[in-house]
């Protein structure tokens, strides 16, 4: 069983940054994919950002340029940067690890921007 937490989620201002935390039970060279997703009320859940295997990203449209996926292998730890956050950007983020095919998830952490 892969174990994943997230955190670093809070309320922030427009224009504002965090950085979010994910960390595996596991390299997080191991998995097929490893990244971010979020749901905001009443949508469905959308991917953010992730890393593929061999270590290729793939990001949103909406979060180009502004959020940026990063690990750190030794720490099994991958990390969500994001900047110049807008209200749309409000939403439950999850971090997910796909191992062969199964999909593991954390709790989830709650990001509100919000003047």
């Known amino acids: 069983q892969v174990q994943v937490v997230e955190s670093g989620g809070g309320l922030v201002q427009p224009g504002g940054f965090l950085r979010l935390s994910c960390v595996v039970s596991?390299?997080?060279?191991?998995?097929?994919?490893i990244g971010w997703y979020r749901q905001a009320p009443g949508k469905k859940r959308e991917l953010v950002a992730t890393?593929?295997?061999?270590?290729?990203?793939n990001y949103a449209d909406s979060v180009k340029g502004r959020f940026t996926i990063s690990r750190d292998v030794a720490e099994n730890t991958v990390y969500l940067q994001m900047n110049s956050l807008k209200p749309e950007d409000t939403a439950v983020y999850y971090c997910?690890?796909?191992?062969?095919?199964?999909?593991?998830w954390g709790q989830g952490t709650q990001v509100t921007v919000s003047s």
């Open positions: 997910n690890a796909q191992l062969y095919s199964t999909n593991y």
């Open positions: 596991g390299s997080t060279l191991s998995f097929s994919a």
């Open positions: 890393f593929r295997r061999g270590g290729s990203t």
